[in-house]
């Protein structure tokens, strides 16, 4: 008889960590038949996130595991993001700014609806006429009002948030849950099973932890899916050259704005992130290391936050020196779940931050795990294969979608230039590009469920960007219609909604009030 799936350990805490401890508690297979989970965490190992963005599947995932909306945006200085917006990208002449917002266009064949805005708004923005929600961000408005239901919004969105608070919470929420064990403790090796499994944990202390179904949140470091089990790396970095970023925090006034979206500004070698909480805003500079040295990234991320936020100074007491900088290496596992062990977030693989694809992934990971959970040995490879395909498919979509905002840039610097040298695109993508001449992305061209980047996204990079739209289709009624209606939509939320600043601030009032 095959051995059945009741013990599952997992390596490393963080976000991925404490996300696969609770998801699982909260899955199907730990209510029909409770399975013990283990999570071992290492008790000095340094937070790698730098000041998170998440997709809109982050709100299912949190009701999920149960936490309150506003209990998690008051302790982990969240704020709402509804959007990416790139600032320079295109030219990086004055004005050079578009938006990818997360909602999506109407539901009207896409030929029409472009048809439809170069005759009714030619000279507005791709995402302005296509969605209420780029007046939204403009104002700096909340998704939602206070009244609304948890997780619930007038407009899709996500969440900012401190990622040392956020690691904080979920690690406090998963341990009140009966099924998981947490361990403090280094993981110093492993002892294997005669078919080469791994059979179980050896640790500093002398502990052996034994499981069934082992899960690798150990970062970049890799230590079961890399250190005991030897999967490949695949480098990635031809097509994606950013390996530095330097991460800073920068305190901000009490009452100023908080903006809706993560700023994306393109620089000479690279972009540097902007995002907005209530007490702070991350920003770092992203750069490679093949066109730009650490001193000059440095002079260009000081200059920006003198340009955006007068007479500001980084903090310290997040990293303890006011820049951190960090490499990092872009690629994943040839494999993501090798044998009885799975590898999640930093273990499995890392591409710059450009469209918030981290936890994602981790999200998506766990939800394939916990959807399809092997209940014995014996089913295990058939699931590993099958997840094994899925994500390379996603991972290699990913690689082309972030690769999608360098291609379509006009900016002449040689880093700009490199990017859009045919030899550093994916061929894939070249196909694509060649592909949307004729006609816009569709569902076809992206067929999977749960897509991480659909066609809707594509069509905002491409056509906030400039890419000419495709001929031949008519500006029908309907789509002048769905976009007059858009423009009514935005001003009846610009009246509406509270801007994230008051929203934010009340809440935080509220949270203070209750536990005096």
Known sequence: MTKMVERVVIVGGGTAGWLAASLIACSRRAKAAPLSITLVEAPDVPIVGVGEGTWPTMRTTLATIGLDEGDFLAACDGAFKQAS???????????????????????????????????????????AAMSAQAAVCDLHLAPRQRTMPGYQGATNYAYHFATEKFGAMLAAHSKSNPLITHILDHV?????????????LTTRSGREIEGDLFIDCSGFRGLLID?????????????????????SQVPVPPGSPIASQTIATAHEAGWIWDIGLPSRRGIGCVYSSRFMDAERAEQILRDYIARELPGAEPESKVFGVPFRHISFKTGHR??????????????AGFVEPLEA??????????????????????AMDIHADRFNA??????????????????????????????????HIPPHLAEMLELWRSQPPSSWDFPYVDEIFSAESHQYILYGMG??????????????????????RARTLAAGLPTNRVYLDALAADRLAAAQ
């Not at 779940?337 to 273990?347: F, H, K, P, V």
């Open 188 to 200: 110093t090796g492993v002892r294997h099973a005669g078919n080469g499994d791994i059979e179980a």
């Open 85 to 127: 917006r790139f600032d320079g990208w295109v030219d990086g002449s004055a004005g050079d700014s578009y938006l990818h917002p997360f909602t999506t266009p109407p539901a009207v064949p896409t030929g029409e609806l472009l048809a439809a805005w170069q005759q009714a708004s030619p000279d507005q923005p791709f995402a």
């Open 357 to 378: 694809s981290a936890i994602v992934l981790i999200e998506l990971s766990l939800r394939a795990l916990t959807d399809n959970f092997p209940a014995d040995r014996a």
């Open 334 to 347: 040839a494999r993501f779940w090798e044998r009885n062990c799975l590898s999640i977030g930093l273990a």
């Open 390 to 423: 899925l994500f390379r498919y996603r991972w290699d979509r990913i690689i082309e979608f972030l690769k999608l905002h360098y291609v379509l840039s006009r900016r002449d610097e040689p880093y700009w230039c490199a990017h859009r040298d045919p030899d």
């Open 467 to 488: 890419f000419p739209p495709a001929a031949g289709w008519p500006a029908s009624d309907r789509a002048l219609a769905a976009l007059a209606e858009m423009k009514q």
């Open 227 to 247: 250190g005991a089990l030897g999967v490949e790396w695949i480098d990635r970095s031809a097509h994606a050259f950013n390996d530095r970023a330097i991460a």
